[in-house]
């Protein structure tokens, strides 16, 4: 009975490890690495085209061609991601009018809880213009730490594909110019 | 020794079920109260698709008393239960329905939302969602009357996860009462709306 016993609670504690190796307990932290974040590889051109990705299956977040890559944890029911959509947007289109950070710099949306349905109404409704990835069972939430929305990571991708988090926080842009000069900041350029 | 293991177990089996994923929204900062992993479901409808909708009247946020029959002959009503003010799944689904409004005026239908909650709390709450476009009752007294009626009140006093789409002639066309710890998902509601065209 106790080697019974003792075998059961062994099997938990395995499958407790497995669980916590996906789920993390804190957002990522500055300095440290993003958990392996994978994405469809998205159907459109233009998409595709601006995460420098080729082909169909899933990608990495490091594997976008870029320095930096921006994620925006939101949720299409979430109020404060709601007012802060246009501001994301405004944000966008100063990145993206940026000579220097335009190639450099990507921005990436991550829905949490969010089907595709959901992300798409939410992309017309405020005429998103960046990339935005369904997260329908909150498996990326709970693996960067099932952070409040909406929240903020930028990771800094080395040449030999590794990466850092440089940036993470919670709250929304709010001030489109204030956060291009925290971009320009962290992304040295 | 037995009876250490048996507690360990325990601990573990309680912390793989609890701590279920919410994308909670900053708006609520740290106001939210988190029940855990609740029992999917707790109750048994008391109607089916294609009864006649029990009419009633509840106070709303606005003052007003609304009825079910306000609407017949005008418009489609979707009725939205959700368990409780200030808990996390619920704090989502309203702010979602608020910014999809245009699915609703397309197939026009209201959206009224219930809870069992009074309406002070009613008020607070609803205020961090911003400008809600649709009514919200509060069937707080006799409690959880209309739920009752319905067939989606818990035993612990709260209502059910549940929707219910009512056309015009007062005919529910749906009814769903999903997981209580999960958020219906918005595309299967529209789907529902959309058929209520023609009719």
Redesign the interface.
């Known amino acids: 009975?106790?080697k019974v016993?003792?075998g059961?609670?062994a099997s938990?504690?395995v499958?407790?490890a497995a669980?916590s190796s996906f789920g993390q307990s804190a957002p990522p932290s500055v300095g440290g690495t993003l958990p392996k974040i994978s994405l469809p590889v998205p159907q459109d051109e233009a998409y595709r085209q601006y995460l420098g990705l080729k082909g169909g299956g899933t990608f990495l977040v490091p594997q976008i061609k870029a320095n930096v890559v921006i994620v925006q944890i939101f949720?299409?029911?979430?109020?404060?991601?709601?007012?802060d959509a246009p501001v994301a947007n405004e944000f966008f289109s100063k990145l993206s009018a940026d000579s220097k950070l335009k190639d450099t710099v990507k921005l990436i949306g991550i829905?949490?809880?969010?089907?595709d349905?959901?992300i798409d109404?939410?992309r017309k409704?405020y005429g998103i213009k960046f990339p935005l990835f369904s997260d329908?069972e909150?498996l990326i939430?709970?693996s960067i730490g099932?952070v409040?929305?909406?929240y903020f990571i930028a990771i800094k991708i080395n040449k030999n594909g590794t990466h850092k988090v440089v940036y993470s926080k919670?709250?929304g842009i709010n001030d489109p110019d204030e956060f291009l000069k925290i971009v320009r900041g962290f992304s040295g350029l | 020794?037995?009876k250490n293991?048996?507690y360990?177990?325990s601990l573990?089996?309680v912390?793989?079920l609890t701590g279920p994923?919410?994308?909670?929204?900053?708006?609520y900062k740290n106001n939210i109260y988190s029940p855990g992993e609740l029992k999917p479901v707790d109750s048994v409808l008391n109607v089916k698709v294609g009864d006649k909708a029990p009419d009633f009247t509840l106070p709303s946020l606005s003052g007003e008393r609304i009825s079910l029959n306000d609407y017949k002959g005008k418009k489609n009503v979707v009725l939205s239960f959700v368990p409780a003010a200030w808990t996390p799944v619920c704090s989502?689904?309203w702010?979602?329905y608020?910014?999809?409004r245009s699915f609703f005026d397309e197939n026009d239908a209201i959206l009224l939302g219930i809870t069992v909650d009074n309406i002070p709390t009613l008020y607070a709450w609803t205020n961090?969602?911003?400008n809600l476009w649709f009514p919200v009752l509060s069937d707080f007294w006799p409690h959880g009357g209309v739920a009752d009626l319905y067939g989606v009140l818990r035993t612990s006093g709260v209502t059910e996860r549940a929707l219910f789409v009512i056309d015009k002639e007062g005919i529910i066309r749906y009814a769903t009462v999903g997981d209580i710890n999960k958020?219906p998902?918005?595309?299967a509601l529209?789907t529902e709306l959309r058929k209520l065209k023609g009719k």
Do not use: W
Request: aromatic share 12%.
């Open positions: 009975m106790k016993l003792t059961f609670a938990l504690l499958i407790m669980f949720s299409m029911y979430c109020p404060h991601c709601q007012r829905g949490a809880g969010n089907s349905f959901e109404f939410f409704q329908g909150f939430h709970k099932e409040r929305t909406p919670l709250g | 020794m037995i293991i048996k360990i177990i573990l089996v912390l793989l994923a919410f994308g909670l929204s900053d708006a989502d689904q702010p979602g608020n910014l999809a961090q969602m911003g958020r998902e918005l595309g529209v």
